[in-house]
Protein backbone atom coordinates (compact mmCIF):
# COMPACT_ATOMS: atom_id res chain seq x y z
CA UNK A 1 0.00 0.00 0.00
CA UNK A 2 1.12 3.46 -1.08
CA UNK A 3 1.74 6.21 2.18
CA UNK A 4 -0.09 9.11 1.35
CA UNK A 5 1.38 12.19 0.35
CA UNK A 6 0.66 15.11 3.64
CA UNK A 7 0.18 18.25 2.66
CA UNK A 8 2.51 21.38 3.34
CA UNK A 9 2.60 24.58 2.41
CA UNK A 10 5.60 26.52 1.13
CA UNK A 11 3.33 30.11 0.21
CA UNK A 12 4.58 32.21 3.27
CA UNK A 13 7.66 32.64 0.83
CA UNK A 14 5.94 33.35 -2.83
CA UNK A 15 5.17 36.08 -4.37
CA UNK A 16 1.25 37.49 -5.48
CA UNK A 17 2.24 36.26 -9.05
CA UNK A 18 3.23 32.82 -7.73
CA UNK A 19 -0.27 32.04 -6.02
CA UNK A 20 -2.52 33.56 -8.52
CA UNK A 21 -0.33 31.18 -10.85
CA UNK A 22 -1.24 28.14 -8.29
CA UNK A 23 -4.99 29.05 -7.47
CA UNK A 24 -5.49 29.40 -11.74
CA UNK A 25 -3.56 25.61 -12.30
CA UNK A 26 -6.29 24.47 -9.33
CA UNK A 27 -9.25 26.41 -11.02
CA UNK A 28 -7.83 24.46 -14.68
CA UNK A 29 -7.77 20.96 -12.98
CA UNK A 30 -10.97 21.04 -11.33
CA UNK A 31 -12.39 22.48 -14.63
CA UNK A 32 -10.72 19.42 -16.68
CA UNK A 33 -12.19 16.95 -14.14
CA UNK A 34 -15.91 17.17 -15.39
CA UNK A 35 -15.34 15.49 -18.79
CA UNK A 36 -14.01 12.88 -16.81
CA UNK A 37 -16.91 12.87 -14.10
CA UNK A 38 -19.34 13.08 -17.38
CA UNK A 39 -17.35 9.98 -18.86
CA UNK A 40 -18.16 8.02 -15.73
CA UNK A 41 -21.93 8.90 -15.59
CA UNK A 42 -22.34 8.13 -19.41
CA UNK A 43 -20.20 4.43 -18.71
CA UNK A 44 -22.52 3.95 -16.06
CA UNK A 45 -25.84 4.05 -17.72
CA UNK A 46 -25.51 1.92 -20.75
CA UNK A 47 -26.25 -1.34 -21.33
CA UNK A 48 -22.86 -3.29 -21.78
CA UNK A 49 -22.55 -4.77 -18.25
CA UNK A 50 -22.09 -8.87 -18.21
CA UNK A 51 -25.82 -9.94 -17.19
CA UNK A 52 -24.67 -12.12 -14.02
CA UNK A 53 -22.73 -9.56 -12.25
CA UNK A 54 -23.97 -9.65 -8.79
CA UNK A 55 -25.30 -6.66 -7.10
CA UNK A 56 -24.69 -4.75 -10.10
CA UNK A 57 -28.05 -2.29 -10.37
CA UNK A 58 -26.53 -1.59 -6.40
CA UNK A 59 -23.08 -1.44 -7.43
CA UNK A 60 -23.69 1.64 -9.84
CA UNK A 61 -26.13 3.05 -8.14
CA UNK A 62 -23.30 3.88 -5.46
CA UNK A 63 -20.96 5.02 -7.78
CA UNK A 64 -23.51 7.33 -8.96
CA UNK A 65 -24.56 8.74 -6.01
CA UNK A 66 -20.40 8.95 -5.32
CA UNK A 67 -19.96 10.63 -8.57
CA UNK A 68 -22.76 13.31 -7.95
CA UNK A 69 -21.38 13.55 -4.34
CA UNK A 70 -17.93 15.17 -6.16
CA UNK A 71 -19.40 16.86 -9.18
CA UNK A 72 -20.92 19.12 -6.27
CA UNK A 73 -17.32 19.33 -4.17
CA UNK A 74 -15.75 19.97 -7.43
CA UNK A 75 -18.58 23.04 -8.16
CA UNK A 76 -18.08 24.39 -4.53
CA UNK A 77 -14.12 24.42 -4.83
CA UNK A 78 -13.87 25.79 -8.25
CA UNK A 79 -16.19 28.70 -6.91
CA UNK A 80 -14.04 28.88 -3.65
CA UNK A 81 -10.80 29.50 -5.60
CA UNK A 82 -12.57 31.41 -8.62
CA UNK A 83 -12.72 34.20 -5.70
CA UNK A 84 -9.70 34.33 -4.73
CA UNK A 85 -8.74 33.95 -8.15
CA UNK A 86 -9.88 37.46 -8.16
CA UNK A 87 -9.06 38.60 -5.15
CA UNK A 88 -5.60 38.32 -6.16
CA UNK A 89 -6.19 39.63 -9.51
CA UNK A 90 -7.40 42.91 -7.60
CA UNK A 91 -4.36 42.98 -5.85
CA UNK A 92 -2.40 42.67 -8.49
CA UNK A 93 -4.21 45.19 -10.61
CA UNK A 94 -4.26 47.51 -7.83
CA UNK A 95 -0.37 47.00 -6.96
CA UNK A 96 -1.13 46.07 -3.46
CA UNK A 97 1.66 42.82 -3.63
CA UNK A 98 1.93 42.69 0.13
CA UNK A 99 0.23 39.18 1.15
CA UNK A 100 -0.59 39.36 5.27
CA UNK A 101 -0.75 36.18 6.75
CA UNK A 102 -4.84 36.03 6.39
CA UNK A 103 -4.09 35.84 3.04
CA UNK A 104 -1.39 33.56 2.99
CA UNK A 105 -3.82 31.45 5.19
CA UNK A 106 -6.99 31.56 2.74
CA UNK A 107 -4.38 30.49 0.05
CA UNK A 108 -2.83 27.48 2.03
CA UNK A 109 -6.66 26.56 3.32
CA UNK A 110 -7.62 26.40 -0.59
CA UNK A 111 -4.70 24.60 -1.43
CA UNK A 112 -5.07 22.31 1.36
CA UNK A 113 -8.96 21.35 0.05
CA UNK A 114 -7.27 20.66 -3.63
CA UNK A 115 -4.96 18.34 -2.05
CA UNK A 116 -7.54 16.47 -0.33
CA UNK A 117 -10.22 16.93 -3.37
CA UNK A 118 -8.02 15.25 -5.70
CA UNK A 119 -6.53 12.68 -3.44
CA UNK A 120 -10.76 10.94 -2.80
CA UNK A 121 -11.06 11.66 -6.76
CA UNK A 122 -8.39 9.78 -7.40
CA UNK A 123 -8.81 6.79 -5.22
CA UNK A 124 -12.64 7.33 -5.77
CA UNK A 125 -11.88 6.59 -9.89
CA UNK A 126 -9.53 4.14 -8.78
CA UNK A 127 -12.23 1.73 -7.51
CA UNK A 128 -14.62 2.69 -10.18
CA UNK A 129 -12.66 2.00 -12.49
CA UNK A 130 -11.44 -1.46 -11.40
CA UNK A 131 -15.22 -2.33 -10.51
CA UNK A 132 -16.08 -1.33 -14.24
CA UNK A 133 -13.36 -3.71 -15.34
CA UNK A 134 -14.80 -6.23 -13.42
CA UNK A 135 -18.24 -6.52 -14.94
CA UNK A 136 -17.74 -5.26 -18.78
Do not use: G, P
Not at 6 to 25: D, P, V
Not at 70 to 99: G, M, P, W
Not at 108 to 135: G, N
Amino acid sequence: METQEIYRSFNSNKSIEELRYIMMQHKKRIQYLEEDLEFLKFLMNRDIFKSRAMNLFENLELFKKELNKINVARIDLLNEISVQTDKIRVKIESKSLFCDNTFIQVVDSLEYKAHQFFTEWEYSKLQIIQYLKSVL
